[in-house]
């Protein structure tokens, strides 16, 4: 008997072969792009879907991150407060200069994001994991921690990028482009392709799916639970660091209300991408697609009469609900 045959009939194609929770939101995908070139038709020029991949980039590249905790049974709110107490920092430094060359003042700049944002994920983990505080309470201090030391840091203001050497180099990692594809959506690749490797193509993504799936199954089987539940978180704060890195030459200046709600934007990417919000089923590249649904929501709603562009914070709401209540009931089905 051949694969082609069973119990000596042909093989028929069957759509339960399919992972719809996985295909599901290519297909949302697709339809919102046709959609859009009826809705109005300069959405499908080059230019205004290249600036809607370009908008995403940084709900993309954080939700690599949240795909790690929320896969590990994890859950991160401090990703915006984070996101402002980083690129903070990050200005205040590049302001000292501390180092005469401006290009190594940029890069220790880079290195002090990236650091920030590793060491504040690693708070979040340890917090989680050794002081055994419930992820949605943990976050939510550590949020309000971080949103409270930004407002102190930039005294209720504004932090502005002074050094104009600096600003200059530093303005084509955002406004640039190589080979004519700007440098967010690089960024974007560059993440989600690391991203999709380690998850997929690693011992220590299999842990975090395993975690996931059965925190005590998982260390019945010799998993380090606490380790792989502090690293994702640790993966959540470089993502962070990484998006920061974006965020800063787009506007040369950092306040308390940056990033404000772009938690619920990671994990609505994260959810509408097929992840499990209960863990144990992790999708990369549904995440980045779920990202990229927000953004062209968004920009249909900016394009069209039909919504006021103020509700865009209330669709998102719906989105992630919507979600969850498609997902729960395509798990039921398989």
């Not at 690293?231 to 787009?250: D, E, F, N």
Request: with cysteine; proline share 2%.
């Amino acid at each position: 008997m051949t694969d082609a045959t069973v119990k000596g009939r042909p093989r028929r194609w069957s759509m339960d072969r399919i992972n719809m929770a996985a295909v599901a939101p290519f297909v949302a995908l697709v339809v919102l792009l046709i959609a859009g070139t009826f809705v109005n038709e300069n959405f499908f020029s080059v230019n205004n879907l290249i600036n809607v991949l370009t908008r995403a980039a940084f709900t993309a590249i954080i939700g690599v991150g949240a795909t790690f905790v929320i896969s590990a049974g994890g859950l991160d709110l401090s990703v915006g407060s984070m996101t402002a107490f980083v690129a903070s920092l990050m200005i205040m430094f590049l302001n000292t200069g501390a180092v005469a060359d401006p290009f190594w003042m940029l890069i220790a700049g880079v290195a002090l994001a990236i650091v920030l944002g590793a060491a504040c994920g690693l708070a979040n983990g340890l917090i989680v994991t050794v002081g055994r505080i419930e992820p949605f309470i943990a976050t939510l201090g550590t949020m309000g921690v971080l949103r409270g030391l930004t407002t102190w840091l930039s005294q209720g203001g504004s932090m502005t990028l002074r050094a104009a050497d600096i600003e200059t180099i530093y303005h084509p990692i955002y406004f640039g482009k190589v080979l004519g594809v700007p440098v967010p959506i690089i960024f974007i690749a560059v993440t989600a392709i690391v991203g999709a490797f380690v998850l997929y193509r690693t011992a220590y993504g299999r842990h975090v799916v395993a975690v996931g799936s059965s925190e005590d199954v998982a260390r019945y089987s010799g998993i380090a639970v606490g380790r792989v539940r502090t690293v994702t978180y640790i993966i959540q704060g470089v993502c962070v660091g990484i998006a920061v890195l974006l965020y800063v030459p787009r506007l040369s200046a950092s306040n308390a209300t940056t990033g404000l709600l772009w938690e619920l934007q990671a994990i609505t990417a994260v959810v509408v991408g097929g992840t499990a919000l209960r863990g144990g089923i992790g999708r990369v590249w549904g995440t980045i697609c779920g990202a990229f649904i927000l953004e062209i929501v968004g920009n249909i709603m900016l394009l069209s009469n039909f919504i006021s562009e103020y509700l865009i914070g209330a669709v998102q709401g719906a989105i992630i609900i919507i979600a969850m209540l498609v997902q729960r009931s395509l798990m039921r089905r398989t």
